[in-house]
């Protein structure tokens, strides 16, 4: 039996009370994908820190305790966590320039951007934050993710056609790897190729094999026994196994408010594509993730990284559908994974010296080249043909401007296109379709109609100081013609109104009321009594007759027509029809 304070351990580390009640009948299964997630995670996790031109070492210290810590404090218990091709460009694009080409230098501040991160991520967790990440909406995310695809793949085409690139940013890197093409070394992209063919090839006819270790195996092998490092086909060397001593990172100061921002940029694209993961495969086995705990879940693991001298880490749907279709059942999968991942960083790093340089480029090409996705952009036009210019914008961004300022960028088209669709919501004036229920706009139904003199007025969105003028004129445009006699707003998508849409309805009702037109509002009467009440706003009310639905209201209308005829002008009924 857990003790009292279990339930304050619980909370603080979601994973730890299923770990306590481990059923050993899971044993066999978590162990099992453990082992194909780590056959996954190793050759990936040297490939990417080849991308960021680390030792390769430091790509397997981001796979061992990051796991570990995540297994105790996430609420997915399935996800895997491990450096990513695109975290890893991120990370690239962030230190290059503070590093003035020091390797040494590059990794300190590496160590030091994925420490400030996670502190970010879990100082997130306390403020409730977690939902930001929404603020990266589909189309921004396929678009960023298209330009670091590129950005992946133009890093590496160089060591992969056996050339030296020596320019920085996308376009000069792609205008100098044009120039130099006629200098290709011909062994170096057959390895290449060849790795690239298994890479891609082995999935589909033996699903069962890890693509990735096997792809590295058969390069490694070829290039030993063809002696093809006498041809120039270079091996990424002797590594130096063990861990190195846990220490904090330590960054100038002029440095410091650099790698915040970037690290702030980089922690939403972070917990943005881990969110995708964790929820995706949540909703597939029937349970819920709780985002707060998975951003402190994440910035721990993060935290992890940098202590043991990696980099950032982040949440993968390659490395977990390799361990769901491995069947993994609990956390205790990733820690296993984590335990493989650190007994060959002890005791077996031997193997990695006679890996080409080439193979690891070309894994890099093909999960850079997976990133890309056309068909996504091409389903978002299909529902929305505006949101395919923010995913070319995106594209373009990472392309222009570099990774870190498109993830800026990204932000900022993300506040503005929230800010354009509240500020710009659609309006509709309703009316009767006969043999259908409800009222439907005039705009999309031509047949819909309503009686003449009478408008049925929709704004689908909140009424406050950015859309209110915009509520205003599409008012005004809606009783422009002479023969109006009764305007009915539907309250039922107005969600918030501001000080600035009070005043704003105010002074258009009164101006309506002015022109003898009798201003109504359909919703729920009392709960806008209420509201009005506590502003002292009663009087202003009374003025404008309220319907709980808008049937009731256009048989009121109808009423005063029939009254209005059949007397001559006489008064209108009662306010509540």
């Known amino acids: 039996m857990m003790n009292p304070g279990s339930h304050s351990w619980s909370r603080l580390a979601p994973g730890l009370p299923a770990l306590l009640r481990y059923d050993r009948r899971d044993l066999s299964h978590d162990f099992a994908a453990g082992v194909a997630v780590a056959a996954m995670a190793i050759p990936g996790s040297v490939a990417t820190a080849q991308l960021v031109g680390f030792s390769p070492v430091v790509g397997l210290y981001a796979s061992s305790l990051p796991l570990i810590i995540y297994a105790l404090l996430g609420t997915s218990r399935q996800l895997m966590l491990g450096p990513s091709a695109a975290t890893a460009a991120i990370v690239a694009a962030g230190v290059a320039p503070l590093s003035g080409g020091d390797p040494e230098r590059a990794l300190a501040l590496a160590i030091a951007l994925t420490m400030i991160t996670g502190v970010l991520l879990i100082g997130a967790s306390f403020l409730r934050l977690g939902a930001m990440a929404d603020f990266l909406s589909k189309p921004i995310l396929v678009g960023f993710m298209n330009g670091v695809a590129i950005n992946v793949v133009l890093s590496q085409i160089g060591i992969l056609f056996g050339l030296r690139i020596d320019a920085s940013g996308i376009v000069p890197r792609a205008i100098e790897f044009v120039g130099k093409l006629s200098q290709t070394h011909l062994p170096t ?80 694209v972070l917990f943005s594509t881990t969110m995708v993961a964790a929820r995706a495969f949540a909703d597939r086995n029937r349970y819920e993730i709780n985002a ?257 639905t808008l049937e009731r209201a256009v048989a009121a209308y109808a009423c005063e027509l029939a009254e209005r005829r059949g007397h001559d002008g006489g008064a209108p009924s009662s306010s509540s029809a």
């Not at 940098?306 to 982040?314: H, I, P």
């Not at 056309?374 to 505006?386: D, E, F, L, N, T």
């Open 292 to 548: 707060d705990r998975e951003v402190a879940a994440l910035g721990a693991a993060n935290v992890a990284a940098a202590f043991v001298q990696g980099f950032v880490v982040n949440g993968t749907n390659s490395r977990t559908a390799v361990a769901e279709l491995a069947g993994g059942r609990t956390q205790m999968t990733g820690i296993f994974a984590a335990l493989v991942v650190a007994a060959m960083v002890a005791f077996f790093t031997w193997p990695l010296q006679f890996i080409p340089s080439v193979a690891l480029a070309a894994m890099l090409v093909v999960a850079g080249a997976s990133l890309f996705s056309w068909s996504g952009v091409a389903s978002i036009g299909r529902i929305h043909k505006r949101e395919v210019w923010i995913a070319l914008i995106a594209t373009v961004g990472v392309i222009v401007v570099g990774v870190m300022n498109a993830i800026l960028l990204a932000v900022v088209l993300a506040l503005l296109s929230f800010v354009q669709l509240s500020a710009r919501p659609r309006v509709e004036s309703l009316g009767s379709v006969e043999g259908q229920p409800g009222f439907h706009s005039l705009e999309r139904h031509a047949q819909a109609q309503t009686p003449a003199g009478l408008v049925l007025f929709r704004f689908n969105g909140p009424i406050v100081f950015f859309s209110a003028t915009h509520f205003r004129r599409q008012v005004l445009a809606a009783v422009a013609h002479d023969d109006v006699r009764w305007f009915v707003l539907d309250l039922a998508p107005v969600n918030m109104v501001d000080a600035t849409g009070v005043f704003t309805m105010k002074q258009l009702f009164d101006e309506l009321r002015e022109r003898g037109i009798v201003t109504c509002a359909v919703g729920s009467e009392s709960e806008w009594t209420e509201w009005a009440a506590a502003r002292g706003m009663q009087e202003r009310l009374a003025k404008t007759r309220f319907f709980p």
């Open 189 to 268: 992209l057959a390895v290449g190729v060849g790795t690239m063919v298994l890479l891609l090839v082995l999935p589909r006819v033996a699903p069962k094999i890890p693509a990735s270790l096997a792809a590295m195996i058969a390069a490694g092998a070829a290039v030993q026994w063809l002696d093809l490092e006498s041809l120039g086909v270079r091996t990424i060397g002797p590594v130096q196994g063990g861990f190195p001593l846990p220490r904090i990172p330590y960054v100038p100061l002029e440095q410091l408010p650099i790698l915040v921002a970037e690290a702030a940029g980089l922690a939403l």
